[in-house]
C-alpha cells in the first residue's frame, strides 16, 4: 500500500443497488487488436445489440477517446501551455500507450462500477497494459473483465485500410505504427477469441459476443 494523505471514500448508494435497478451486471469488455481489425466495427454493433435490449451500455472508441481524454499534445497545446502539452499529451510511443491504457482502464473500471455493460476498442498492443487493466477490474469482482481478440490477420487489416494509415506506415510517414513498426502482442488466454478473418459479418461476430455476456450471467 503506498503511503500518501488521499483516503477512499465509500458512498451511500453502492455499485450493487446501482447493478440491481439496471438488472445487469457492470463489466468490461475490452476488444483489442491491430488497427483495421474491426475493434470499433463489431463493439459498436454490440452496443447496438445491447441498446436494443434495453441493456444500459457505454462504448469507449481509440479515436474518440484520443480526441479528450488521452488527446495528442498538438491538441492540447491549443488551450494549454506547451510544458502543460509535453507533459500530460500522448503519442503512440510504449509510454504513451501505457498512460493511454491507464487512464482508459480506470475510466472503464468506474463506468462498470456504475453499473454500465462498459465497451472499449483500443489497439492496446501491449500485454502488460491490458492484464494490469484486468488486475485492477478483477480485484473488485472476478468475471468483469471480458478481453475479447478481433484476431485479424495484418494482410486484410491492411488490405482494408480504411483511414489510409498502413499506406502511410509503410511509406515511413507514420513511426510506431502497430503490426509495421510496433509490435502487437496477442493475448495469450482471452475469454474470447473472434477470427477477423473467418467471413462472417461483424453483426454475427457482435451477437458472439452478446451470447456469451449472457450465459457469463451479465444480463438475463
Ligand atoms: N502509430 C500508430 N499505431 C497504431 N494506431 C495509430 C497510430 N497512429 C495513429 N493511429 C490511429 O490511432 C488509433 C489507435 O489508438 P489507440 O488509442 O487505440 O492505441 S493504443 O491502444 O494506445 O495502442 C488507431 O485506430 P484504429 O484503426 O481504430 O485501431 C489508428 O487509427
Ligand atoms: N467482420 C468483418 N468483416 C468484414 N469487414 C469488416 C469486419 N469488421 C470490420 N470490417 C471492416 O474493416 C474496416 C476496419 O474496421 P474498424 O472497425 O474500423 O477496425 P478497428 O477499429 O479495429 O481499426 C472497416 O471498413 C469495417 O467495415
Redesign the pocket.
Known amino acids: 500500500m503506498v503511503k500518501n494523505d488521499i483516503v477512499w471514500h465509500d458512498h451511500t448508494v453502492t455499485r450493487s443497488d446501482r447493478e440491481q435497478r439496471l438488472s445487469q451486471r457492470g463489466v468490461v469488455v475490452w476488444?483489442t487488436?491491430?488497427?483495421?481489425?474491426?475493434?470499433?466495427?463489431?463493439?459498436?454493433e454490440l452496443d447496438r445489440q445491447l441498446n436494443q435490449l434495453g441493456r444500459a451500455t457505454m462504448l469507449l472508441?481509440?479515436?474518440n477517446i484520443r480526441h479528450g481524454l488521452c488527446a495528442p499534445p498538438e491538441r492540447l497545446a491549443e488551450e494549454h501551455s506547451q510544458e502543460f502539452a509535453a507533459r500530460f499529451g500522448l503519442g503512440f510511443g510504449e509510454t504513451d500507450r501505457e498512460e493511454n491504457i491507464r487512464r482508459i482502464g480506470s475510466l472503464a473500471g468506474l463506468m462498470a462500477s456504475a453499473g454500465l455493460i462498459t465497451l472499449t476498442?483500443f489497439?492496446s498492443p501491449y500485454r502488460q497494459d491490458r492484464d494490469r487493466v484486468r488486475k485492477m477490474i478483477q480485484a473488485n469482482r472476478a468475471g468483469d473483465f471480458i478481453e475479447v481478440f478481433?484476431d485479424?490477420p495484418l494482410a486484410i487489416?491492411e488490405s482494408?485500410d480504411?483511414?489510409g494509415l498502413y499506406k502511410k506506415a509503410r511509406a515511413g510517414l507514420i513511426k510506431n505504427f502497430t503490426g509495421i513498426s510496433d509490435p502487437y502482442e496477442a493475448p495469450l488466454a482471452p475469454e474470447i477469441h473472434l477470427d477477423?478473418g473467418?467471413?462472417?459479418?461483424?453483426a454475427?461476430?457482435a451477437t458472439e459476443v452478446l451470447e456469451t455476456l449472457r450465459k457469463q450471467g451479465v444480463f438475463k
Open positions: 476488444f487488436g491491430l488497427s483495421g481489425c474491426g475493434k470499433s466495427t463489431i463493439a459498436n472508441d481509440g479515436d476498442a489497439v478481433v485479424t487489416c482494408r480504411p483511414k477477423g473467418d467471413g462472417r459479418s461483424p454475427q461476430q
